[in-house]
């Protein structure tokens, strides 16, 4: 083979094989390359295609420099034509597809193509963060998180709510709050919304959502229309789980993963109703809770396990607080818990405190769980559990034992309580037990008595609460809302009933009626309609009522004016000799009947206004917060545009009902309800010779509060350190008072109890029926003799009686209570109405619960039983007056919890 040959040959090889490529000398592998690509032969077709199976190109060659030839690479595989085609199509398909995609997502690099302001992910509180919750409960004030964000500059303005009733009010509200949104910055902002009671039938709620910019408070900027999901039946309500692994409380929602416990938890599950929306979110920074007190009313139970305390707000924290004082419940899930509790705001109401962590063998659990409940059969741990070690507080009580280790305690605070349980809730063993949901339903949520049927409700002579009853579910309570209110059950639960009559059942002295929906307030929502609330409309209509006389009153009336100014005025100047002075005469027989005609209609002439406000106060021993309720008419002989400003910044205030409803296109006037601060309801439109009426609620703190204390004689003296000046002051429990007289703030009176009269008391019953809604409404209320004095009110003067009576009445649960009921001429908070009234009167009563009812029994208590029973708690009946422990044995009940 020649030489020339040779470096063909090898030249060739190189350029096909694999081999590395020449970089010692740039410039001779160039002319190594060129010669190549110029006299090297085409390769066979096998062996172009045993290279491109291989693989075998050097690096940047491809099979058409090999060939040399610009075929496409898919003329050469071994495929046919159609597949050929449908390759091309897909590869055409996926890139258009792609390019679709890119033009759509991709972001624009001009700012000016972004919306200034983005408004995203609605959330209503309490919530589960990352998922879409946006339930409400009608009658209760909700309040929900908004995240809105500004992209081109900063915003300063206002955010407002108002919700679509489909006219059940006679008035539109708007909720507005300031917003402050700082460049590029997403911002998560809080406002409240209402949502009245009435009929929705299948439409739900809307909730519009604005921004106003500060330049144009009245055209809003952006708009933003949000749909209620669901709305919560009467019954129901919110059980929040805080807890830093919420994967294991997944039990509680999920229907399959534990069986055992949705088999017996009753107060999770009964067929298609649940009494409880339980939440499990995944918390990260602040927990979905409200920063009102107001918007905790839907709110039942948290479940705290291993949760830290320090990401509550300051407002979050009072807000608990105060629910837990008007009735909320705490559950502690041990261990771990307690140390973080014990260094909180809620370190002063813990029912113990804690020592550590120990060991709770398996055979003392068995032996627990087989004592508690012993209608099922004992759990049998595999091993020891870790259990908190407790140390009770002297105000708590220990529902269970194990080991002599306290298990179970139990404290209260206010009408609420908070309870810890030593051993883990959650533990997996636990869960699986056939009787967890009896220990929890027992010990844990304080509700022995099993849920009735609608045999055993209907059946004599006092069967138990069922499940149906709100009562049953919450212990959070407002005076003024839930005074003897009657409760509503859903109507499928009774089938049709024959007349309206059958629609009522009363039972362990509550009243029950049927609706056809079982969508409403419940207990803790916002009434117009309660016993308190309809005795301070009666009240403020009688002082601030026009009396209009009679069409007969003013025939007389303008007849007399007509004989006086002809017959009679031109009579007495002609019987003068002076005919020609009736002329002279005729204007003052009109200023005089001008004054006789507004004497006898009552009414007050020019640009006069008045304003009547009768105020409730209700407060919680030991506690040195007031919730107050104002209920304000206000008149002006002129048509008025009013404006009402409140210093405390948890208040909300509507118009007040009535009971009035609109009518098909009839005017509904905005009104609006600025956060502030300060809080102001503005447009509140009064017309001409019309009593307005405004519902006003808020919190308010106390320079101190009103305790029971023991005296050396083993009596109890009440001091006050309210600040409050309370006149009339009496005690009430069962059929017992003490009459305290005037006590003023930083003074004492000792306790003296005496028989209540009794003489007047009886029950007045009244059944009538709604056409509109085919529901039957049962009303009740036991009138007695009002034990506190009441002051003759003269015409026009607001009279209290009908009010005190409503605060002195007590409901059944109430039994073993110790209310003080006075009269106060002030009230904590402010609350300003502009334009200022010519007349001014004020009302105010006050109540105070110096001791609550006992919580009802966990369990019978056996000889065997090392529990302390709850039974030495025992409610006191109303036929026997409660006794004063002595001071070396002191009442669980009647001790109150320091204030923080």
Request: with cysteine.
């Amino acid at each position: 083979m020649s030489t020339r040959n040779t470096n063909q040959h090898n030249l060739h090889h190189r350029a096909a094989s694999p081999g590395p490529r020449f970089h010692r000398n740039r410039s001779m592998g160039s002319a190594l390359r060129q010669a190549a690509q110029r006299t090297a032969a085409p390769c066979p077709r096998s062996r172009c295609r045993s290279h491109l199976a291989a693989g075998n190109f050097t690096d940047g060659a491809t099979p058409h420099a090999i060939r040399g030839r610009t075929e496409p690479l898919a003329a050469h595989l071994p495929i046919s034509h159609s597949a050929r085609q449908f390759l091309t199509a897909c590869a055409t398909a996926v890139l258009t597809i792609t390019a679709l995609m890119l033009a759509g997502c991709g972001r624009s690099n001009n700012p000016a193509d972004e919306p200034s302001l983005e408004v995203s992910r609605l959330q209503t509180l309490p919530n589960e963060l990352g998922l879409l919750h946006q339930q409400a409960k009608p009658g209760h004030w909700s309040a929900a998180t908004v995240d809105i964000k500004a992209n081109h500059e900063t915003f300063r303005g206002q955010l407002s709510a108002e919700v679509g009733t489909n006219a059940l009010t006679a008035y539109r509200l708007e909720v507005r709050r300031p917003l402050l949104l700082p460049k590029q910055r997403l911002k998560p902002t809080e406002l409240l919304f209402y949502v009245p009671t009435g009929h929705f039938r299948n439409v739900k709620p809307r909730l519009d959502i604005r921004l106003f910019e500060s330049s144009r408070p009245s055209r809003p900027t952006l708009t933003d229309a949000n749909q209620i999901q669901s709305l919560m039946p009467a019954y129901q309500f919110y059980f929040l789980v805080l807890t830093n692994e919420p994967d294991r409380y997944r039990f509680l929602t999920a229907n399959d993963d534990a069986p055992a416990v949705q088999n017996h938890l009753r107060w999770l599950r009964l067929g298609p109703y649940s009494n409880f929306d339980v939440l499990v979110p995944e918390i990260e920074k602040r927990p979905p809770l409200p920063s009102s007190p107001l918007a905790w009313t839907m709110l039942s139970h948290i479940l705290w396990d291993t949760f830290d305390p320090q990401q509550f707000s300051k407002q979050q924290q009072q807000a608990m607080l105060d629910w837990l004082h008007w009735g909320g419940q705490l559950i502690v899930s041990g261990p771990g818990s307690m140390e973080l509790l014990e260094h909180s705001f809620l370190a002063p109401y813990l029912p113990a405190t804690t020592t550590g962590t120990s060991q709770l063998d398996s055979s003392e659990i068995e032996k627990l769980t087989r004592r508690l409940v012993p209608q099922h059969p004992p759990l049998r741990p595999r091993g020891a559990w870790a259990c908190e070690s407790l140390r009770p507080a002297p105000q708590s009580e220990t529902l269970a034992t194990a080991a002599n280790k306290p298990i179970v305690v139990d404290r209260r605070v206010g009408r609420g309580r908070i309870v810890v349980s030593a051993l883990p809730i959650s533990h997996h063993e636990l869960v699986q037990w056939p009787g967890a949901g009896e220990w929890i339903d027992r010990f844990l949520l304080r509700r022995p008595r099993p849920p009735a049927t609608i045999d055993t409700l209907l059946a004599l002579p006092s069967p138990p609460l069922d499940c149906f009853d709100p009562r049953r579910n919450s212990r959070f309570r407002i005076l003024s809302r839930d005074a003897g209110c009657q409760q509503r059950l859903p109507l499928e639960l009774l089938g049709t009933p024959r007349t309206p009559w059958d629609r009522t059942v009363s039972f362990d002295g509550h009243f029950y009626s049927f609706g056809g929906a079982a969508i409403g307030a419940g207990v803790g929502g916002w009434n117009d309609f309660s016993q308190l609330s309809q005795a301070a409309w009666h009240a403020l209509r009688s002082a601030s009522q026009v009396k209009v006389p009679s069409a007969s009153r003013v025939a007389q009336l303008l007849g007399i004016y007509l004989l006086v100014l002809v017959p009679i005025n031109w009579t007495v100047f002609r019987l003068l000799g002076r005919p020609q002075w009736a002329w002279f005469a005729v204007p003052a027989i009109s200023l005089a009947f001008t004054v006789v005609v507004v004497w006898v209609a009552q009414l007050d002439i020019g640009f006069a206004r008045s304003r009547n406000e009768v105020r409730i106060v209700e407060m919680h021993g030991g506690y040195p917060r007031a919730h107050v309720t104002h209920y304000t008419a206000l008149y002006a002989s002129l048509s008025t545009t009013y404006q009402a400003r409140y210093d405390s910044p948890t208040a909300v205030a509507v118009p007040f009902s009535a009971g009035r409803r609109t009518v098909f296109r009839q005017r509904r006037p905005l009104i609006v309800l600025d956060q502030g601060p300060p809080v102001e309801l503005r447009n509140l439109e009064i017309a001409s010779n019309t009593t307005g009426l405004l519902h006003g609620e808020y919190f308010a703190e106390l320079p101190g509060s009103i305790d029971l204390h023991p005296t050396p004689t083993g009596g109890w003296i009440v001091r006050n350190e309210t600040g409050l000046h309370l006149e009339d002051a009496v005690l009430l429990a069962g059929d017992r008072v003490a009459r305290l007289g005037s006590l003023a703030s930083g003074t004492a009176a000792d306790i003296i109890w005496e028989p209540r009269p009794t003489d007047a008391s009886h029950t007045d019953h009244a059944m009538t029926a709604n056409q509109d809604s085919g529901q039957a409404a049962f009303s009740h209320r036991r009138r007695h003799a009002i034990v506190s004095p009441v002051p003759h009110a003269d015409e026009g003067e607001i009279d209290l009686r009908s009010l005190l009576e409503a605060a002195e009445f007590f409901d059944p649960e109430d039994r073993g209570q110790w209310r003080l009921v006075a009269r106060c001429r002030t009230a904590p908070g402010r609350v300003e109405i502009r334009p200022a009234a010519n007349q001014v009167r004020y009302a105010t009563v006050v109540v105070a619960y110096l001791k609550h009812a006992p919580l009802p029994a966990v369990v019978a208590a056996t000889p065997s039983d090392t529990t302390k029973p709850a039974s030495s708690a025992a409610p006191v009946p109303m036929s026997s007056p409660p006794t004063a422990p002595t001071p070396s044995t002191p009442d669980p009940a009647s001790a109150s919890p320091s204030a923080p």
